[in-house]
């Protein structure tokens, strides 16, 4: 049952916690998910080196891997990573950044499914399908293709792995099993800043760090995002401006605008 | 000629088609050109192992090389690009940053032309000076020398190579061959933010990836990048809230903003 | 003695020098950093290559070393900045970020503290008691430990290595020696946002570029660091718009504003 309750625990959990969120994350984003985490109440860390990740991981409540930007020396320290993050018993995130779009990028995607298998993954609805074998290429990392396109491959994928799988879009859809949540949340400047993916990807690793329930966690996280989207929205001239509100938003939200925003439905979301 | 009409005409372009344009850039303003670019109206993506680069240039529309917080890998991978983006037949944009400061910046611009020439060439002053051989040295990456210092070595770079060169500054040059426009659109806020070089430069691949005529499109991307720096210049109060306005500003530029505040001369520039 | 006078003078300077600064620094800052050192009136420059950072050295006035995301390629790259830098004279400024949290950053800390001595050792408590060999470990790069419980580590510090060193925190501790200044301005809102600790030690470079006395540039830095907080505080709405307006605040930063509000206190401070 996703409701403003449950959501709205997951934030006074994560701001009371202040729980370390590791990230192994694309050159592009590392300022952004850092701000977003931190505006949300999380801490974040950014750690590659083969040397130090399993150390980082043992200090760490969730783990965020994200394959932007990839190369095979990073491939590695994810591995090491998602290995002691299994050990450990902690969350794994994983965003499949481009999945599709390059060999590289499915076969790492695949690799890191195989070697830990997170406890969610998110997509664009290409990646999504990309990841579970479709043929369809992405145009890099953005896509227009609804969320509807990758309903079977999320729940293919869900299935196969034992994982939460969210695929993006102007709807998103939390697939666990055969169950799945809709979050209708959001705005379309979400789409015109960079790195906002990636941010959601991260922002489900400080909700999986205080709920074992990773479906639930990740319809949270994607409520959260797309609630404080709408706020920033209605303040904003523009994607730059939307990004400084964005992360005011975050940091303010109250289980007011929660209450009266949340839009979720699906044969696990109630009133 | 270059004129509202023909600089409407590619924003239209870009907007209708949003181009891929892939990056091979430096660490400091990823997230401010793929900012950029989304702000446009094109598809940023970044990805640099030289694994994938190929294939990511297979997808897309237009390459941007810049080669700050360079390292001999990512030239590498630069290279590789180079040659699959000649290959294909989509325009190189190349941006020289610090040329001039470091041999292995200077060495690995004229490398870079020599695998395959840019359609575009945009430094400062002094980097269009180190490429062409003089023995000015810039101090960094940041240059107070005025664009007519670099004339000659621009219209010397673009015969030799084929290329469109832009020597940035408070007035900016575009040279091809023996002719040249001047593109006085700007405000000196543009240097007080990191990275609007370099902003400048994956404007241009926008602009290269839907006109075929790399010096209309390059003055057209500075014109666009001049005029939205002056109208976000108008709302800030500092280079930080600058920085949020010239996004907005992209994204919002309209036909009437270009008409209202072109301001172009040279021998390929009329009305 | 740290006065609006000495705070003021070395502003004046920097203004009018624009010295460069060049920083080795982690990926997650480098645009913050950069927009910092822009802001306040510096030339930035970041440079990592182990083939290019001595002869940028070279041409720099100051050298920010920072260990956030680091690898062991970029901890030769410092090494070799540092000891161009020592040789040359110019100031090195050193951040240990996440020293204590894994034996890479203790252990790296360390060797570039042997390799080349800093003009200036920047962190918070956790990772100053960790650099002089204490037990605490750190909670990644966040540590809500006072400056207090730091004191004799920095002061032990101090005088084994003949650095100044800064505690950052609510009220930031400045030793050298057995001498300290307390800096008590600044904002909580300066610890939601990422980097800001990373900015402050980019901004002591620009300072003790221009200022041979290094606990005085250290104390200048961050009381500037401080009062531009305070300034953007009061015109933000949360983290992101206060990002935005911290940098606008550096940039039009006026001697009225630091008689207003400088707040140090110390064996080296008067009125």
Redesign the interface.
Same mark, same amino acid.
């Given at each position: 049952m996703v409701t403003t309750a449950s959501v709205w625990d997951d934030v006074v959990r994560i701001r009371a916690r202040?729980p370390?969120v590791?990230n192994i994350t694309?050159?592009?984003? +590392?300022?952004?998910t850092?701000?977003a985490l931190?505006?949300l109440g999380a801490?974040?860390? +950014?750690?590659?080196?083969v040397?130090?990740v399993e150390? +980082?991981v043992g200090?760490?409540s969730a783990l965020v891997l994200n394959i932007?930007?990839?190369?095979?020396l990073w491939l590695t320290a994810m591995e090491i990573a998602a290995r002691a993050a299994q050990t450990r018993g902690i969350p794994i995130v994983l965003d499949p950044v481009?999945a599709g779009?390059?060999?590289?990028?499915t076969h790492a995607t695949r690799r890191l499914i195989a070697v830990a298998p997170p406890a969610v993954l998110r997509g664009n609805a290409s990646e999504i399908i990309a990841v579970a074998g479709g043929a369809g290429?992405t145009?890099?990392?953005?896509s227009a293709a609804g969320v509807d396109a990758a309903q079977a491959a999320a729940h293919e994928l869900s299935r196969a792995h034992g994982c939460t799988v969210v695929v993006s879009g102007p709807v998103d859809l939390v697939v666990r099993g055969d169950g799945e949540v809709r979050v209708a949340n959001g705005t379309p400047l979400l789409g015109?800043?960079?790195?906002m993916g990636c941010t959601a990807t991260a922002l489900i690793g400080a909700f999986a760090a205080v709920n074992p329930d990773s479906a639930a966690a990740a319809a949270h996280a994607m409520a959260v995002m797309g609630i404080a989207g709408e706020l920033a929205a209605e303040l904003?001239?523009?994607?730059?401006?939307f990004?400084?509100? /964005? /992360?005011?938003?975050?940091?303010?939200l109250s289980e007011a605008d929660v209450r009266a925003r949340l839009k979720v439905e699906g044969d696990e979301a109630r009133g």
């Open positions: 202040s370390l590791h694309n050159y592009v984003v +590392m300022n952004t850092a701000n931190l505006a801490s974040p860390v +950014m750690a590659h080196a040397e130090e150390e +980082m200090l760490a932007g930007t990839l190369s095979p481009g779009a390059t060999a590289l990028r290429r145009k890099g990392v953005d015109r800043v960079t790195g904003a001239a523009g994607p730059g401006t990004q400084a509100h /964005f /992360f005011d938003a975050l940091a303010r």
